[in-house]
């Protein structure tokens, strides 16, 4: 029998795979995993604290730099819940384009997901470059509605900033078909991969119990085959109108989850088709004075986000600045099973299981 | 089995170079042309291509969001700004400090600092600003050779200069 000692190595804080600064102390009995523990921090800017010493408005183009890569969504479920804390109504206008937004964060989102998911796989940078170029696009349409490709700071308490511009509508119907083709173009390409199905399948593996017992949201728990999205279960905006289903997966490993990615990326531009056609035309905002004074009293109002449940938690004391401004990130509590899924499997694997999560660093830490 | 994949993957690969190099050729006069680049997200537009940046620039879309500018009324040449200091207090970052001098319709600014290096281009300054005093450029190369991040009222004003708008908001749908 060969005796063998566990060692203890750093993975990180700078590591090429590790999607920011992150970093991993892992126990390896010579490759296998025996213990994990997720350090993270370095990004920590305290924007909770910052946004408490501004106004509600000021406090939006913070929520961009949650997760930078879907600054819309946070935007979006930032403006929910000053809403719900100061009871604002949003016109219908407003509605249809922070859900056509939304959707198309999600679609950025998840482009980047699977993209990266390969990266880390040893695809380098090739189906990362695919996705970057219709990624690229969609944020072309957002620096011509917001001004900005990432930093949008558009969607705000009471609607959005400005209208769409003339363009914007025309450009997006013309580019719903081609994303169309870009989904099934990545799954006929990727989905049956070989190398990539001996490298995902069976890897990661999160039961649906542990999964809700550590509150994951988002398409890792659907993909463990939990049927819950925000949009179904307490629909907000105007989801309840749209017509899309909740896909699931039944594995609960790396390949389901990818596979789950792009059956969302499906329903996300099935919504947009519907969107598309069905904008009114009218205002696209409520005066809200700058320096609102909401009420006293607390929300909380949660939205879908590509990674995950996002929500907001809102205490006003009455003055112009929140009292307490609490952001719940689906980045962080996603991360919180790694260990979970990670023991057992070998070093190369954590790579692959801490892409298939899909977190932002500056979500982790904010 | 693991062979069989790869070849599989590389004839993928090699399809597609192909395909890139096929499709320049059935549309000869190259998008390499210029003005070829003037609609940026156009999906009719095939091709081998890449901006050269230096020499060729995109053109930024009307609403992009970069330095901020002073504008100067039309008939008087004279900055619109009337050190107000609605824009300070709207920026979440204190990028901007402001002096003036004069009371009521007479108040000029005198003094106006603006600090390009921790300016986040939000815009909330200019949404904020009821006298068509200032207004985001589509300025994007800020990057300087020395610490000068701090913008005076003339440089703001020679940015206005360049762009030559007398009104905000224009390309948002907003003017006051």
Known sequence: ?366 | MYGKGIVKGLWVTLKHIWGTYAKDIKRFPRRYAPGGIAKRTDYDLYGLFTLQYPEERYEMFPRFRGALMHLRNPETGEPNCTACGACERACPHGVISLEGEGKGKDRKVTAYRYDLGRCIFCRLCVESCNFNAIELSREYELSRYKKDFILELDDLLKIGDKYGIHKTGEAWGVTE
């Open chain 1, 1 to 366: 029998m060969l005796k063998t000692e566990t060692i203890t190595i750093n993975m990180g804080p700078q590591h090429p795979s590790t999607h920011g600064v992150f970093r991993m102390v892992l126990t390896l009995n010579g490759e296998t995993i025996v213990d994990l523990k997720p350090m993270f921090g370095y990004l920590h800017r305290g924007l909770e604290k910052t946004s408490e010493s501004r106004t509600y408005l000021q406090a939006v183009p913070f929520t961009d730099r949650l997760d930078y890569i879907c600054s819309m969504s946070n935007n979006f479920a930032y403006a929910v819940a000053v809403e719900k804390l100061a009871g604002i109504e949003v016109p219908l206008r407003a509605e249809y384009i922070r859900v056509i937004m939304a959707e198309l964060t999600r679609l950025v989102n998840h482009m980047l997901a699977v993209g990266f998911l390969f990266n880390d796989l040893g695809a380098w940078y090739t189906p990362v470059v695919y996705a970057f170029r219709e990624r690229e696009r969609i944020l072309d349409l957002f620096e011509m509605a917001s001004g900005s490709r990432m930093m949008c700071n558009y969607i705000r308490p009471g609607g959005v900033a400005a209208d769409l511009p003339a363009e914007f509508l025309p450009q997006l119907r013309k580019m719903i078909p081609h994303l169309e083709n870009f989904v099934r173009e990545i799954r006929f390409y990727l989905s049956d991969n070989e190398i990539f199905k001996a490298r995902a399948v069976g890897v990661g593996f999160l039961p649906a119990d542990m999964a809700v017992a550590y509150s994951i949201t988002g398409p890792v728990l659907r993909a463990s085959g939990v049927k819950y999205d925000v949009r179904k279960a307490e629909p907000y905006s105007i989801y309840d109108q749209f017509d899309f289903d909740v896909p699931t997966q039944v594995a609960g490993d790396v390949y389901a989850r990818y596979l789950q990615r792009l059956d969302e990326m499906d329903e996300s531009l099935k919504i947009l088709r519907q969107a598309v056609e069905r904008i009114p035309e009218g205002e696209y905002a409520t005066k809200v004075p700058s320096r609102l004074r909401p009420p006293k009293g607390e929300a909380y109002a949660r939205i879908e986000a590509p990674k995950g449940e996002l929500g907001f938690y809102l205490v006003s004391d009455g003055s112009p600045n929140p009292y307490r401004w609490r952001n719940r990130p689906p980045s962080l509590i996603n991360l919180s099973a790694l260990r979970e899924m990670c023991l057992g499997h070998k070093v190369a694997d954590v790579v692959t299981i801490l892409g298939s999560i899909d977190i932002t660093l500056a979500d982790v830490d904010r």
